[in-house]
């Protein structure tokens, strides 16, 4: 397995590249924290987020993880609006 196996992937949707580039500026250092998780029962990591942006600085993320208590300790750190 390459080590490269443990990085969260992330994916940031949104209506502009301009937007994009924000978001994903903006939401650097929470997308940081959240790679660095690992999952207290199973010794993971998040697999994989999905950002889709909406108004205000809104968005709506969706994980990719071992179990609900992985994506409940990632959806605190990053939150829903940045
Ligand atoms: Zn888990």
Redesign the pocket.
Known sequence: MSVHADVMRIAINDRSAELRDQLRERLRDRLARAAQLR????G?PVVEVTIHGRENGWFDSRWT???A??ERQATSIVKDRC
Do not use: M, P
């Open positions: 999952c207290t029962e199973h993971q993880t071992c179990c208590a992985l």
